[in-house]
């Protein structure tokens, strides 16, 4: 992990006790550019706990006394930039939730003006490119020079083994559209779990990714917050060992690394095209089922046409040539048929 950032620690800060004993264990095995541990938490839903507050802060300026680490937590109001700023932190960073919203976003960058504070941002909750990008401007606008960003994943809508949906496409465009941010991953919050978060950050690292997030607790099972995705320090020791770094060996860097961000976001975007493809044609089936059922032919020409038309129309909008979009089309309605004239045979049979 040389050069790389590497910002560790328990999801929340529960007591000092809880926050030395992780900071300790880490110490000994990690080489930390930050101690992580979260101050204030925006729970989805009231009752659940939402962080210890400014006492924590106390906690964790203990943590850096005692250890030499740097400490790092999460703001959401300038209220809070206040508070990090009295207690001597040199970093913070912040929640998906907060970039989510440009308001917040501008009182935080407002607030932190004239200060030498380090920031970290994290994607918005949903996959908004331009959200994710403004929320770093504002803070670049606002003065701040030294400005990173985490990709923490994607809320999901569908069900998937994951907390949170990589779309690895979307920080590899962060990165070509600003070559000179920082972009480090947090398979924690992609993950979920850890049964995930090596594989994440594998991931991350074969994307060369300039850094590591990830939650770590000396007691994991008993944390008030996010137990199933905290590794105990010596787990997370063990991971990061077994993690490849890669090197680049290419007399023109780069081009090769602008070649393979884009190839990159190619494999990603062929991944999710065959996910919708594969969901495209489970519907199909049930379709083909409705209509043997309703004694209803195959094709519909009114409908076919419909499709053809439209999607045309729509790829033309979005610089799809309709030879490309017409093509495309004709073989995905090729095996749609296929799909149902199967179904209509089975149930003939």
């Known amino acids: 992990m040389k050069d790389k950032i590497l910002i560790c620690g328990p999801c929340s800060a529960e007591s000092q006790e809880q926050v030395l004993q992780t900071a300790f264990a880490l110490s000994k095995r990690i080489e930390l550019t930050y101690f992580r541990a979260g101050v204030w938490k925006p729970r989805t839903r009231p009752g659940s706990f939402e962080g210890a507050g400014i006492t924590a802060l106390k906690w964790l300026q203990e943590v850096s006394n005692q250890t030499g680490i740097n400490v790092i937590t999460e703001v959401a109001t300038p209220d809070h930039v206040k508070a990090i700023l009295k207690y001597g932190f040199k970093a913070v960073w912040i929640g998906a939730r907060t970039t989510s919203n440009p308001f917040s976003v501008q009182e935080i960058a407002d607030e932190l003006r004239g200060t030498n504070i380090e920031v970290f941002v994290k994607n918005p909750v949903n996959p908004d490119i331009e959200l994710w990008q403004g929320a770093l401007e504002r803070f670049i606008k606002a003065g701040t020079n030294r400005i990173h960003a985490i990709h923490r994943g994607f809320y999901p809508f569908e069900k998937t083994k994951l907390r ?3 779309k690895w496409e979307i920080p590899i465009e962060l990165k070509r ?5 920082k972009v480090i991953c ?3 919050h992609i993950a979920g779990s850890i049964d995930f978060i090596e594989e994440i950050a594998q991931k991350a690292m074969d994307l060369n990714m300039d850094g590591l997030m990830i939650e770590s607790h000396i007691d994991p ?17 063990d991971m990061l060992n077994n993690l490849v770094v890669r090197c680049e060996k290419f007399e023109n860097e780069v081009f090769i690394k602008q070649i393979e961000q884009l190839r990159d976001q190619i494999d990603s975007i062929d991944q999710q095209m065959i996910e919708l493809l594969s969901q495209r044609m ?10 043997q059922e309703n004694n209803v032919s195959i094709l519909q020409l009114r409908r076919w046409q419909q499709i053809i038309e439209s999607r045309i129309e729509q790829g033309q909008k979005l610089g799809l040539s309709e030879d490309f979009i017409r093509k495309l089309l004709t073989f995905v309605h090729k095996e749609s048929i296929t799909c149902q004239s199967e179904i209509f045979k089975n149930n003939k049979d």
Do not use: T, W
Request: hydrophobic share 30%; no cysteine.
């Open 282 to 291: 489970g519907i199909v089936e049930e379709i083909g089922k409705y209509k």
């Open 177 to 181: 559209r600003m070559p000179d941010i």
């Open 186 to 188: 947090d398979p924690s």
């Open 164 to 166: 949170n949906i990589p």
């Open 221 to 237: 099972e008993n944390a008030l917050s996010d137990s199933k995705q905290q590794l105990e320090p010596r787990a997370l020791s």
